[in-house]
């Protein structure tokens, strides 16, 4: 072998070394995302906190889509999903992300409808996990980068980060707004939780008072849904009782609220009761910042929700002397008309039914799925939705009614149904 080739020989070996240890290495400035792999719900939803590390340079977050199978994305870096196995887009209401500097917060809600949608391609034989995969925009210049973390399906139980994927609160009967006299006592309640996973659940009740300043919404995500820079910063209230329980892992679980005896009921007005839930130590979602250059130590992240917590509230001194002198009369819907498209300025109207205290108007797919409602003092009979309802069910067709509320908060009486659409 002569040393030309002697040379040339050695020049590739470097070469092929360097390349080995490129594709092991991460790029220089690579974002990061801690963890890199979560087992989720295969038969539900699923929420998991994920933290990024590394955005310098103004990188910002774009999209995240869900897939079963990854391509390359270059001439960008790392890995995008494949256009023909894209399972869905996260939607905007789920997306409660935070950037921090150079770290940037997520909150994966994967709907029930992509892990449906990967268990199906799973049972065809396909690989039996999937991926999240978020995209990060550089500045001019720079490449765009995609991140991304292995979903592996299994069940909802203990290997699952602890995860609040419903909560639902109400009074003793279902009902969900109490009127109690003044000087009297409101009925029990409690909280119905669904959830993956398994661990602690601890937090607190608290009850804010007519004339104090409402929640934010922001204030009623769990702690462990915000970023590290903003836990313990959520606006605080007057405390009814503390709680720490074992979550088995079955899914579903009754919270109790704390003793009637502690709630005010002297002071007339509107009373709002808050379920504050605090992170917990959960080794499933824990997040290592040390891994991603966003800090030290484990981020502890249990008891997330990728939703603000419903509030309860009870009015005392109001609406405790309706009198009902035609019970039989049926509550109409007078507006929009049947089959009326949803449009900017759109009026929902009805008549007026005689034990009312409240009127709960509800919207929900043709399907049943609950879309949206609202409460409508009894003085008001009609509702103008907000203006992203149109956006929330875009596609969908619709129907809604209107239920009424007596003093006791119990359901008396609903109108039919009436469809009404949101498609283009």
Known sequence: MSRFQSHLRAARMVALAGAIVASVEPVQGQIRVNPTGVNVNGQGATTVFLAFGGLANAYRPVE?????????????????????????RLPLRYDLSRTDGQSFTDIMSIPASVARQAYDAAARGEQSSFFYVRRFAGGPGQRDQYVTVTCRMAGGGARVPLALTDVRLSFDGNAPVMFVASGSTPR?????????????????WEIVRPGDDMPESRDLLTEATLPPTERGTQRRYEELSRFNVFLPPTGRATLPGPEVSRLPATGEGTYLILLRIEASDDKEGDVNLGAIG????????????????????YVVGAGTDVSSPDTGRALRLLAPPADARITPGLLFSWSEHPQAVLYHVEIESAEGERIFSAYVAKESRNYRPPSWLSERAAGKSLQWRVAVLDAEGRTVGRSALRTISAKP
């Open 64 to 88: 995240a889509f869900w897939c079963g199978a990854l391509v390359s994305a270059a001439p960008d870096i790392g890995e995008r999903c494949d256009p023909a196995t894209l399972y869905g």
């Open 188 to 204: 029990g309640f409690a909280a119905q939780l669904t959830y993956n996973g398994t661990g602690r659940l601890i937090g607190r």
């Open 294 to 313: 966003a800090g030290s130590g484990i981020l502890h992240s249990g008891a997330v929700a990728g939703f603000p917590i419903p509030t309860l509230r």
